[in-house]
């Protein structure tokens, strides 16, 4: 069973390296095709340790020597236990599927080779950090991860305008990092120790813990989390993301890497559970950016930022969900996000692969006719993202909103917050929707659907987003038990719904009406003619410049952190470089060059003289030896 | 330990300090590359000149043992020692040291 769980881990790996360091050629297809099966064998080895768990229980561990430093005592440490069951079977399984989407969707690339070697890394990079049993472990899959997303988001770095996506990816991400590394440091000290299972039988076997450290250090995880997850104020990367190859939008950018931030806080839940300030805080900013993200959502043209606004506003979902103490219901919306998520984003790909790359909805239209199973795909993905009854979207999304009502930390607020993120959900996927496949097709591409490379992973994809809900029904309804609930109790702490002014039945009920609401403003906007909707937006104008141009959230920060940053780097560059540290570090070079100088005229050349020194030496050492002898 | 007998200067000792004094000093001053080689043989026997007379006074054979290597070795660093002149001479046509300063950093 070991054995399995290194392979899951190696396997892709291996794929990469084959790829990447070795063949370094061949067709889209030779390559795409060894990186699926090394996908595949990957997600069949999480089947079987998934099965393994399910039936026996047993958790499969592996661990190896990695550093010993004073009371430090760090292993490489892999756990398969209930969550890595639901995370590594998502990222596997979706995985899977990506890779054989990119076979069709990069059949025209000059060197598939490289593409494939970063995603298979990339899947290798995601086990170790869904995996990992310890801290330092996850943070290697942590960095992993995004060392993927940077190379896969400047994949076209012949484009310049890509590459500085990648770069500003990897950058913000930065920032997260340090708060991350900073948690891990301040944990490592609270508790002497970095493994999640000591940590969380140390939190709850004693009450002498300081809560304030604790509080700290779960505030700088969540940095962490901000970074990675794209929360407010570090979401401006996510857009930006887009410029990659859109099966690695739909991998790591909504379905996977993007929700690493929610896996680490339901991971350290237990640590969550005890800090109530972090936890309002966390929820704050979940609801804060649900609500900001899906308005911008709205109004923009491109189809892949519309999706990667809607993924910043899903992720706001999880993290509200996380905030309030519901964990189990935040990785529920994890696992249904992955599906439909990558569904929509595959199906984008699927339309700009068909359309030879246009991306503005405004130049669609009509593609009902021309993608018919895109189409079909799609109208499952945005019903259940705008949470129709009974798709996947609807029991998760359900969950969370109700769970902000009546969980642990949960209020009236965070409630009506998320109500009104679901409508606008509702509205802007409507949109697009509308946008897309509805009217006349306005554009002059010649539309053509791809291969069924491109249509299998669709269609599993919409069976899995039509049906993944049932897993996590809710307790209210008494038609299924909650087995994901079931799951993953004895891993993340469990919550006990208190009780407000709606039951979950009545709260289902306002949830579907909104959906209804959002998708009815739609349909009366977008759905007879987008010349409407257009003039409509012209009456909105302050409102609608606000939102196309993104509340100016880039600008600002340029004007913020940007414009400082460089005016002091110019400083550093034109004064402390050659006048602070050059000098420091000449002056040294100086003196032993003018030393050496003095030397040379000792070594003249002429043996004699060399000849004189050494009897000099020698009478030199023979008085200190006999100094002692004589006197 | 050594002898009572030998700790008593002799006046050959005398002769020999004088003898290695006068190769060392040629040896340091003198130019000329022969003259060199003459002072280094010079301060070889002065040790000889040593070794003989604390071997025969304390009548242990090694010292003269000794002085018979040290005459065989010196043969052979003349005759290197020559040939290294010779090649020096047809390199520069002279034999003066201070010619030769290649060597200098």
Not at chain 1, 196 to 201: A, L, P, R, Y
Request: charged fraction near 10%.
């Amino acid at each position: 069973m070991e054995f399995l769980l290194l392979g899951m881990i190696l396997i892709p790996l291996l794929g990469s390296a084959l790829n990447g360091l070795i063949l370094r050629s061949g067709s889209p297809t030779r390559t795409g095709t060894l990186a699926s099966a090394a996908a595949g064998l990957s997600f069949i080895a999480a089947v079987a340790l998934s099965w393994n768990y399910l039936t026996t229980g047993e958790i499969v561990t592996a661990s190896f020597e990695w550093l010993r430093v004073g009371s430090l005592d760090l292993n490489w440490g892999f756990r398969f236990d209930a969550i890595t069951v639901l995370m590594s079977l998502v990222v596997t399984g979706i995985g899977t599927l990506i890779h054989i989407f990119s076979v069709g969707y990069m059949d025209e690339e000059p060197t598939p080779y490289r593409f494939f070697a970063y995603l298979n890394l990339f899947l290798s990079a995601m086990l170790i950090l869904v995996t990992g049993a310890n801290l330092p472990v996850m943070f290697v899959g942590w960095e992993g991860v995004g060392l993927c997303s940077y190379l896969l988001i400047g994949y076209w770095y012949e484009d310049i305008k890509k590459a500085d996506a990648g770069l500003k990816a990897f950058v913000i991400n930065r920032i997260g990092d340090a708060g991350f590394l900073i948690g891990i440091f301040m944990l490592f000290q609270i508790f002497g120790t970095v493994d999640f299972e000591s940590m969380k039988q140390i939190v709850d076997g004693s009450g002498t813990l300081n809560v304030r450290w604790l509080q700290f250090a779960a505030f700088f995880l969540f940095v962490g989390a901000m970074g990675k997850s794209a929360q407010i104020p570090l979401f401006t990367w996510l857009p930006d993301a887009m410029a990659g190859p859109t099966p690695v939008s739909a991998l790591i950018h909504a379905a996977t890497m993007v929700t690493a931030g929610v896996y680490l806080l339901a991971r350290m839940g237990f640590l969550f559970q005890v800090s109530p300030d972090v936890s309002h805080f966390v929820a704050t900013i979940g609801c804060a950016t649900a609500l900001f993200a899906a308005s911008i959502a709205t109004a923009q043209r491109d189809i892949k930022k519309i999706l990667a606004y809607s993924t910043v506003s899903q992720l706001g979902f999880m993290f509200v969900a996380l905030g309030v103490g519901a964990y189990s219901v935040a990785l529920f919306h994890v696992m249904t996000h992955a599906f439909f998520k990558a569904l929509l984003f595959l199906a984008a790909g699927t339309i700009i692969h068909g359309l030879h790359g246009e991306q503005d909805v405004c130049k669609m239209g009509g593609l009902r006719k021309h993608f018919p199973v895109t189409f079909i795909t799609t109208t499952i993905a945005v019903a259940a993202i705008c949470g129709l009854p009974p798709l996947s979207g609807f029991f998760s999304k359900d969950a969370i909103v109700f769970a902000a009502l009546t969980g642990p930390y949960g209020s009236p607020y965070l409630w009506a917050g998320l109500s009104l993120a679901s409508l606008l959900t509702a509205f802007y996927m409507s949109r697009f929707y509308f946008l897309v496949f509805f009217g006349e097709y306005r554009g002059d591409a010649h539309p053509h659907e791809g291969g069924w490379a491109m249509k299998f992973p669709l269609l599993d994809l919409a069976i899995g987003s039509a049906v993944v809900g049932f897993l996590g029904m809710p307790h209210g309804l008494h038609l299924l038990p909650n087995y994901l609930d079931q799951l993953l109790v004895p891993t993340v702490p469990g919550w006990e719904e208190s009780h407000a002014f709606l039951t979950e039945i009545q709260s289902m009920g306002v949830a579907v009406a909104v959906a209804c609401l959002g998708i009815g403003i739609a349909a009366f906007f977008y759905l007879p003619s987008p010349a409407r909707s257009e003039k409509a937006a012209g009456k909105l104008l302050a409102i609608d410049t606000i939102l196309k141009n993104k509340y100016w959230v880039d600008e600002l920060y340029e004007v913020l952190f940007v414009a400082p940053f460089r005016f002091l780097s110019g400083i550093a560059a034109r004064f402390i470089d050659p006048r602070v540290i050059d000098a420091a570090v000449l002056f040294p070079s100086r003196l032993a060059r003018a030393g050496g100088t003095l030397l040379t005229f000792i070594q003249s050349g002429s043996a004699q003289f060399y000849l004189w020194i050494m009897l000099t030496g020698g009478l030199l050492v023979l008085w200190q030896a006999l100094k002692g002898l004589i006197v | 330990m050594i002898p009572a007998s030998v700790q008593i200067l002799h006046w050959s000792h005398y002769v020999a300090a004088c003898l290695f004094a006068l190769g060392l000093f040629g040896f340091l001053i003198r130019k000329n590359a022969i003259v060199v080689l003459m002072c280094i043989e010079l301060m070889l026997n002065a040790v000889n000149l040593i070794l003989v007379e604390v071997s025969m006074r304390s009548g242990h054979p090694e010292g003269l043992i000794f002085v018979i290597f040290i005459i065989t070795v010196a043969a052979a660093e003349a005759a290197v020692g020559l040939g290294i002149i010779l090649n020096l001479y047809r390199a520069k046509g002279t034999v003066n040291i201070d010619a030769f300063r290649e060597l200098q950093g």
